[in-house]
């Protein structure tokens, strides 16, 4: 049976929600998987039995996106985070630095050359990232260290400079005080991982241990009645929230937003339905692939989410 294609209204006054409820209707291409998806998302924190998994890179951390995944964390919608060391490079950094604009076409030998990195049309001097993050962290673990506990897993040492800088706009922060567990499998793979393993070079009793959180996660998924993941971009923190759920017969709900091509056969291009085939999100699973920049479609839809929860 059929339904018709419904032209979008826009009105004064209209609600986030009231805009993405007409975009399922109008049956227009991207509009509608993010529609959809924000169906699938009211599904997963309305069901009391399903814990639900957020991941994400840490590209979007350097962005004013990153209050999105604050309040997602802050208002306890989320039940576990997997992302990027990079995550916490950029979250730690703006608690004392700004970021700033810039432009894709910037002229990059000329920021080189004054101490500007760029990402994207983000820009990010040399003081606002490496230098504050060395000038800040190594004094807080040193803080840590001499409190006596020598060895702690990546969720463990998150919470634990969650708790230290003590800022309302650090993703840390709130992760800490909600105990909402964030993980990082790859947690060497930035300038927070730089500064663990400085640390470490005149204390080699300083250590990180990756099995507690892969023990953490286990006990998470199997003690779990349904799981449910909102996943931006691909990587290691994408394929982490679904190689744990295969172990359970996969994912009951799945919403995934990216922007990478599926022809190349890259974990970041795979659809949620090439998952299904490897047991890692159920064959009778509600889910959908958005394609599309996150600093797009994220905003709308958890604002939607949030009109619809109230």
Not at 99 to 121: A, C, E, Q, S, V
Not at 149 to 178: C, D, P, Q
Not at 268 to 282: H, L, T
Request: aromatic share 10%; hydrophobic share 40%; proline share 3%.
């Amino acid at each position: 049976m059929m339904k018709k294609v419904s032209d979008i209204n826009l009105k004064k006054g209209m609600t986030a929600n009231e805009l993405v409820e007409q975009m399922y209707k109008s049956g227009g291409f991207t509009a509608k998987k993010l529609a959809a998806g924000v169906n699938i998302l009211e599904k997963m924190v309305k069901d009391p039995d399903c814990k639900i998994f957020l991941s994400f890179p840490a590209c979007i951390i350097s962005t004013g996106t990153r209050g999105i995944i604050r309040d997602l964390i802050k208002n306890k919608l989320v039940d576990a985070v997997i992302t990027t060391c990079g995550t916490l490079d950029h979250d730690l950094a703006r608690v004392w630095k700004d970021y700033y604009h810039g432009d894709f076409l910037m002229d990059d030998k000329k920021l080189h050359k004054k101490g500007i990195n760029r990402l994207g049309n983000v820009l990010i001097p040399n003081e606002c990232y490496g230098i504050i993050l060395e000038q800040k962290m190594q004094p807080i673990l040193s803080e840590i260290y001499n409190e006596g506990k020598k060895e702690f897993s990546t969720r463990e040492i998150v919470w634990e400079f969650g708790k230290k800088i003590n800022n309302e706009n650090s993703i840390l922060y709130w992760a800490h005080k909600n105990k909402i567990p964030i993980y990082v499998p790859g947690i060497t793979d930035g300038a927070f991982g730089s500064q663990l393993w400085m640390f470490w070079q005149e204390h080699k009793d300083f250590k990180i241990n990756l099995f507690e959180d892969e023990q953490e996660l286990m006990n998470m998924v199997f003690d779990a009645k349904k799981t449910g993941a909102l996943m931006i971009g691909g990587g290691i923190s994408k394929h982490h929230v679904i190689w744990w759920n295969q172990f359970r017969d996969g994912l009951d709900y799945a919403v995934y937003i990216t922007t990478a091509p599926e022809y190349d056969g890259s974990l970041s291009g795979a659809r949620i339905r090439e998952a299904v085939s490897w047991g890692k999100v159920k064959e009778d699973a509600k889910f959908v692939t958005i394609e599309g920049d996150a600093t797009v479609i994220l905003p709308l839809m958890i604002a939607s989410l949030i009109d619809r929860l109230k």
